[in-house]
Nanobody, 117 residues
Framework: QVQLVESGGGLVQAGGSLRLSCVAS????????MGWYRQAPGKRRELVAG???????NYADSVKGRFTISRDNAKNTVYLQMNSLKPEDTAVYYC???????????WGQGTQVTVSS
């Protein structure tokens, strides 16, 4: 059973920055696709950014140019650097790990990000 532990959320003013971290238990971290999702109140969970084991990244249009996903395989950690934050970025952010072959995935407990105007 994989455990994902997120940290780094908090309250920030519009225009500010936060960096989220997600540490994964288990081995062969480098094999897995990692992603950050978010869910705002009353809305569906949506993909924010993803990074494959190869390092290839993808982003939601709403965060392109502002957010950067990265990974450190030696530390079993994936990061989400969030700059130029907007009130509409307010949500619970979840880390996800997915096996690219079996598609089995795991979720973290989530970390709250609140952006004030």
């Amino acid at each position: 059973q994989v455990q994902l532990v997120e940290s780094g959320g908090g309250l920030v003013q519009a225009g500010g920055s936060l960096r989220l971290s997600c540490v994964a238990s288990g081995s062969n971290f480098w094999l897995y696709n990692m992603g950050w999702y978010r869910q705002a109140p009353g809305k569906r969970r949506e993909l924010v950014a993803g990074i494959r084991g190869s390092g290839t990244t993808n982003y939601a249009d709403s965060v392109k140019g502002r957010f950067t996903i990265s990974r450190d395989n030696a530390k079993n950690t994936v990061y989400l650097q969030m700059n130029s934050l907007k009130p509409e970025d307010t949500a619970v952010y979840y880390c996800n790990q997915a096996n690219p072959v079996t598609t089995m995935d795991y979720w973290g407990q989530g970390t709250q990000v609140t952006v004030s105007s």
